[in-house]
């Protein structure tokens, strides 16, 4: 049989699982349970590894290409990347993908998977079991069978048996995200599925699927792929083109209208983790009923969740309460109320508050700075920047930077500036000057601080005064 590309689809917008998911830093690379986990991302990657799977095919957004590939190298995995220049949902970004594996066969196999979910069981046995109705030309999705009544899932309903191939089942209908009278009578009917966001297919067939009924964003995902440039972390999409493309996903765009469409059940256990309650739920609790990550002290408490990314946490006393703290923030909710943290992300976002964007971190974790002479006349310090990371250096006259090892990223008032091993530069003394590891190794570099004679008589001038 051919191997099958898992497209691993990295899209998010970072605001139900705040505060540790930002725009700039989404649920799928965040660790899935304490410091010793994988991300969600790197999951999805390990779990459609080795036989039968091929180099996985990621789709991402161009700002989260570094962080895809230091979440890939810390795995030891390798991938093929395409970048998006702006979110236009699944649709396009899987169309993006077929269109470039169908370039080298168009019956290439292609396996979609959300990055940020959580799935236990073993679910590549299904998946290879309905390999041949995909190869037939059948548009394979999965479905869950459900354990409640969500009001926040889509649904699929069993049609029947396909007779030519014993796995799969007709699909009867879509139904998205019901009311909870209407989801308790799916999952009451017993034919009704969880729509898992997996699905199996030829490039072929759904770039087929396109041109029959939204032949419009095919055009213009096909500009964007041909306009796309290679960059040093991977294929970024024309802009102007992708912009033009339908913002829907594939199960609006196709699925919902193709009669190709077919039905796989999974005995596996899955979530999509929307919420702190469903990461609660996803987790081992102890003695008590608490999941506890990091450094935390939980005294006479039960049923809570307490997650510390930075410091020790002390809880005393705390029933079905969820504490997650970062460097940056705080969040206290209720165990049932934590589909409303995305307003407070949202909230956050409309004021135009940094901490809905990304973490603010401070220099400590990114590096740090030893000074090695202080005389009258002249400082000698090391700064070592961490892989990835910044660090901030306040204005003083009589400043230069010489790169002793690695490659650093110098932005200095209005000048930006790569250096490398022996390269010297003359800092501002009005404003910050910010050093930037764009690299995988550490970076040192000399800063030397030299109080020229002007400035020296300035001070001395300036006590006299004071005196």
């Known amino acids: 049989m051919k191997e099958i590309t898992p497209l691993i689809i990295c899209g998010g917008n970072g605001t139900r699982l705040w505060p540790i998911s930002r725009t700039h830093s989404p649920k799928q690379f965040q660790r899935v349970g304490d410091a010793a986990s994988l991300t969600f991302f790197q999951s999805a990657v390990e779990r459609h590894s080795g036989e039968g799977f091929g180099t996985p095919l990621i789709v991402s957004s161009a700002k989260h290409g570094r962080t895809l590939h230091r979440q890939l190298r810390q795995i030891g995995r390798g991938a093929d990347v395409i970048l998006e220049p702006m979110g236009r949902n699944t649709g396009p970004a899987v169309l993006a993908a077929a269109l470039k594996l169908a370039a080298r066969d168009p019956d290439q196999l292609m396996l979609v998977v959300p990055a940020d979910h959580v799935i236990e069981g073993d679910i590549n046995t299904a998946i290879k079991a309905v390999q041949p109705g995909a190869e037939a030309g059948y548009i394979v999705t999965f479905g869950i069978k459900p354990r409640y009544a969500e009001t ?10 396909i007779i ?16 909870t009278r209407k989801a308790r009578l799916l999952v009451e009917s017993d034919i009704a599925y969880w729509a898992s966001g997996i699905s199996l297919f030829k490039a072929a067939t759904i770039i087929e699927e396109y041109a029959r009924y939204d032949p419009e964003t095919l055009d213009h995902v096909v500009q964007a792929l041909s306009g796309a440039s290679e960059t040093a972390e991977g ?8 912009g033009q493309a339908d913002a829907e996903p594939t199960e609006k765009a196709v699925f919902e209208q193709t009669r190709r469409i077919a039905l796989c059940r999974l005995d596996v256990e899955w979530s999509d983790v929307g919420s702190w309650t469903a990461m609660y739920g996803i ?5 008590s009923g608490n999941v506890i990550q990091g450094d935390v002290i939980s005294v006479e408490s039960k049923n809570c969740m307490i997650r510390s990314e930075t410091r020790l946490v002390t809880c005393v006393g705390l029933e079905d309460i969820i504490v997650v703290d970062t460097a940056d923030a705080l969040l206290v909710t209720k165990v049932g109320h934590c589909q409303s943290v995305k307003q407070v992300a949202e909230h956050l976002k409309s004021n135009e508050r940094i ?7 401070t220099d400590y974790e990114w590096g740090s700075i030893r000074q090695l002479v202080a005389r009258d006349h002249m400082t000698l310090c090391t700064v070592t920047v961490k892989p990835g990371g910044t660090m901030r250096l306040d204005p003083a006259p009589g400043r230069e930077a010489i790169v002793a090892a690695g490659e650093v990223l110098l932005t200095n008032g209005r000048t930006q500036a790569r250096l490398r091993d ?15 590891n764009p690299t995988d190794t550490a970076v040192e570099v000399l800063v030397f601080t030299i109080v020229l004679q002007e400035a020296q008589q300035d001070l001395a001038s300036s006590a006299r005064h004071a005196s």
Do not use: M, W
Not at 283 to 287: E, G, I, K, L, V
């Open 355 to 361: 901490e809905a964007e990304k973490h603010q971190r």
């Open 152 to 161: 926040g899932f889509g649904y699929i309903t069993d049609g029947g048996p």
């Open 235 to 242: 294929l970024l999409l024309d802009g102007e083109a992708f």
């Open 422 to 436: 022996g390269d010297r530069q003359t800092l501002c003394h009005q404003t910050r000057t910010t050093l930037s």
């Open 164 to 179: 030519a191939h014993p796995n799969l089942r007709e699909v009867e209908r879509f139904v998205e995200k019901p009311p």
């Open 283 to 287: 987790s081992n609790t102890d003695a």
